[in-house]
């Protein structure tokens, strides 16, 4: 079954450290994308990349790192720079960013502060 | 920069009609999307206009008025599985016209 695979499902982080959130998709998408979700709200765009080897921050890139080194893998670092990660993460994909209007997402990661 | 507005709830019962409406503020446009998330849940994509007018798709309707900055969500005979979050997004020209930016979605409950 071709999709959008998250791990983990929950994650926690301790003062100072940094986590790295998992992406990968096999729909064989050009374009790849991490939105942050807080309670109540609408999705936050973080990071998104194109084509492989180049990525661009969204809106609220501080604090976020990513990598997109492989089509298929897409994976977001959230460093002790962020002061407030607890949130929800999506990341999605699309065929190409022509075609943004129609994103894929996984099933997410919660990511808590311990 | 841009922004979007839509209602934070609206409650109706089932087998009943339901509006959830959207307005944008961009500083440029290519269209409006719908999701749908069921808590916990990942978004599904639901409907795309890029045209003024209605878009049918099953059960649900989506509407497009480029002029008025205005669109809507139309969900028919509703069912108890169509509570959910309801987001409008648009492709405009902020990140480039590469991305998607949502509003703060409409958590819909249908009561039976």
């Known amino acids: 079954d071709g999709g959008i695979t998250q791990s983990p499902k929950y994650l926690f982080r301790k003062e100072g450290q940094n986590v790295t959130l998992s992406c990968e998709q096999n729909l064989n998408h050009d374009a790849m994308y991490w939105y942050r979700q807080d309670p109540g709200q609408g999705l936050r765009l973080i990071y998104y990349?194109?084509?492989?080897?180049?990525?661009q921050k969204g809106d609220i890139a501080e604090g976020y790192s990513v990598s997109r080194e492989k089509k298929e893998s897409f994976p977001l670092t959230v460093t002790s720079a962020q002061k407030n990660p607890t949130a929800f993460y999506l990341c999605?994909?699309?065929?190409?960013?022509?075609?943004?209007?129609?994103?894929?997402f996984g099933s997410g990661t919660q990511l808590s502060v311990l | 920069g841009q922004s979007l507005e839509q209602p934070s709830e609206v409650t109706a019962v089932e087998g009943a009609i339901v509006q959830i409406n959207c307005t944008y503020q961009t500083s440029g446009f290519y269209g409006l999307s719908w999701y749908q998330q069921h808590d916990g849940g990942a978004p599904t994509f639901l409907s795309y206009n890029a045209l003024d007018g209605l878009e049918e798709t099953g059960r649900f309707s989506s509407f497009l008025s480029r002029s008025d900055s205005y669109g809507y969500l139309l969900l028919q005979e509703l069912q108890m599985k169509d509570s959910a979050s309801y987001f409008c997004a648009v492709r405009d020209t902020s990140n480039s016209g590469y991305a998607l930016n949502f509003g703060k979605g409409t958590s819909l409950l249908v009561t039976p």
């Open positions: 999605a994909s699309s065929a190409n960013s022509a075609t943004n209007e129609k994103l894929f």
């Open positions: 990349s194109q084509i492989v080897n180049d990525f």
